[in-house]
């Protein structure tokens, strides 16, 4: 039997105790570090309209930590959509999402798990439930875990977030409701403080049937980007999101009121205020959307920021009313990029919720007044490369441009110095009928009165003093060169500069210019006799 001498017991005594104290120390200053991480994720967790936090606590240890959130759902954001889901689920929407993160330290955080891959840590993500949710989430997911989250974080503070939801099937024999959900898997590859990040997001389908009421369906959701932090502060880079289908059928009249401010918050992080939120009623109807896509490209130049979208669909169903294919393309060009920074940083800092919609607007309104003006000093443009829509009725089609030249401060204080500045071109092509069914569209809401008053208008009037005055007016722009109509058609083009404003090569006088105005201009008419 080999006995080592003493000395080398204490020597190799002494190696595995450096060793052990080199471990641990390292491993404390890998959760130092991973917390600076879990914290800015967490940061980028409060600031998003979904949910609210109700509470947040870190506990650091030396080679372990936890981290706890609780959250709720924000029911000002969800709530025009829940008449729409199952009523077992609909609880759910009640209660607190709490959640621990088990983060494990470097500089071998899987070594528990024989996982010797090195890195600042390994955090897995467990979710706490009530009972009834549990039992609710069971009904759906049976044994599986219904969410599975584990973020592994490199040396550097950047790492790989994982995210899963496994798929499911359901069905009430009773009340004919049926779901079936495909699963979802997100992936983050992410740096230091997301400088940069890669984010890739699939869903391959849901369905959701309600026998009387309807169903929503959506297959093949694909969300790719790469973004980075530019030098003015501006994330660039490129989004993309694709989607096979999305089919929506509706038996019965449901209203509506659309928070489009949060869905626009949510994609843009610009807050617009609720007075574009539509409400009113979805009629009984069926809708098919087929191959829809989108995609943003930002670029920076200096301190200028470029960004061109483009959004396309193959074909659009509504109610055997068929639209498609559809492509936009559209570029905004020269944005001074400091200006966009601290101009979203001024927006996002206005409360929204429970204000006064006229107080907002006014809010809004006086906050780009303060922040926006370098954006118009430094010659933006926008550009509308293509718009094409086939329609029932015929194709509309769309190029044109809008930018601002030379603007200085004193120019906003004189509306005609500010039109020169302005510089606008455009071509438009669009179906006769789609004009007029748009100028009736108008005409009846115009009239349209409370259904409860017992003296309606006749609408059938309304519609023919509409469309005859439609028909003279387009008659007479037509006899003066202003436009043309070929087989249905409707084509024109202007251009806008400090000389004036043409239409189809017509020149336009406008209101402070010396001539007087042609009376059968279309722009030129300012007063009505009778």
Excluded: C
């Amino acid at each position: 039997m080999l006995v080592l001498p003493k000395r080398q017991l204490i020597i190799a005594g002494a190696a595995i105790g450096g060793l052990f104290v080199l471990y641990a120390g390292s491993s404390y200053w890998a959760g130092v570090k991973a917390e600076d991480t879990l914290q800015e994720q967490y940061r980028m967790l409060a600031g998003l309209p979904l949910f609210k936090v109700k509470s947040h606590s870190y506990e650091r240890g030396w080679f372990s930590s936890s981290e706890t959130t609780e959250l709720v759902f924000n029911r000002h954001l969800s709530g025009p959509y829940e008449n729409m889901l199952p009523d077992n689920m609909k609880p759910l929407l009640n209660a607190t999402i709490k959640f621990t993160n088990h983060i494990q330290h470097g500089p071998l955080p899987g070594l528990g798990s024989f996982d010797f891959r090195p890195g600042r840590a390994l955090v897995r993500t467990e979710f706490a439930m009530s009972d009834a949710t549990r039992k609710t989430l069971k009904t759906f997911f049976g044994d599986k875990e219904p969410i599975t989250i584990v973020n592994r974080i490199g040396f550097g503070g950047g790492g790989l977030l994982d995210v899963s939801v496994p798929a499911f099937d359901y069905e009430e024999a009773l009340s004919g409701v049926k779901m079936k959900w495909k699963g979802f898997d997100l992936k983050v590859d992410y740096s230091h403080n997301y400088q940069d990040y890669k984010t890739e997001a699939l869903s391959p389908g849901f369905l959701l049937e309600a026998s009387s009421k309807g169903g929503v369906s959506f297959d093949g959701v694909h969300y790719a980007s790469d973004m980075r932090l530019g030098g003015t502060g501006v994330k660039l880079g490129t989004s993309e999101l694709t989607i096979g289908n999305v089919q929506l059928t509706s038996h019965e009249s449901v209203p509506y009121s659309i928070k489009l401010n949060e869905l626009i918050y949510l994609m843009t992080r610009v807050r617009v205020g609720e007075f574009v939120n539509p409400s009113g009623e979805f009629k009984p109807s069926s809708v098919v959307l087929k191959n829809f896509s989108y995609q943003i490209v930002t670029s920076e130049q200096d301190d200028f920021v470029n960004t061109r979208g483009k959004v396309n669909f193959a074909e659009l169903n509504i109610s055997d009313h068929r639209y498609g294919p559809m492509r936009l393309d559209v570029s905004a060009n020269h944005l001074h990029g400091p200006t966009l920074v601290k101009l979203d940083k001024a927006i996002s800092a206005i409360p929204f919720e429970g204000v006064d919609p006229a107080v907002l607007r006014k809010q809004y309104v006086d906050t780009i007044k303060k922040n926006a003006v370098p954006l118009l000093e430094n010659n933006p443009k926008l550009l509308i490369n293509e718009f094409y829509l086939k329609m029932p009725t015929g194709e509309a089609k769309l190029q044109g441009s809008l930018g601002i030249n030379g603007l200085t401060p004193a120019d906003l204080n004189d509306i005609t110095l500010l039109a020169k500045r302005i510089e606008a071109e455009a071509k438009l092509s669009l179906p006769r009928q789609t004009l007029e069914d748009l100028v009736l569209t108008q005409a009846r809401n115009l009239f349209t009165v409370d259904h409860t008053a017992e003296e309606q208008p006749n609408m059938k009037e309304v519609e023919d003093l509409a469309r005859s005055l439609l028909d003279s007016q387009l008659s007479q722009w037509k006899n003066d060169g202003y436009l043309v109509e070929d087989k249905g058609q409707i084509s024109t083009d202007l251009n806008y500069n400090a000389q004036g404003l043409t239409i189809h090569q017509k020149k336009v006088p406008l209101p402070w210019q010396d001539e007087p105005a042609d009376a059968s201009a279309p722009a030129a008419e300012t007063k009505v006799k009778n």
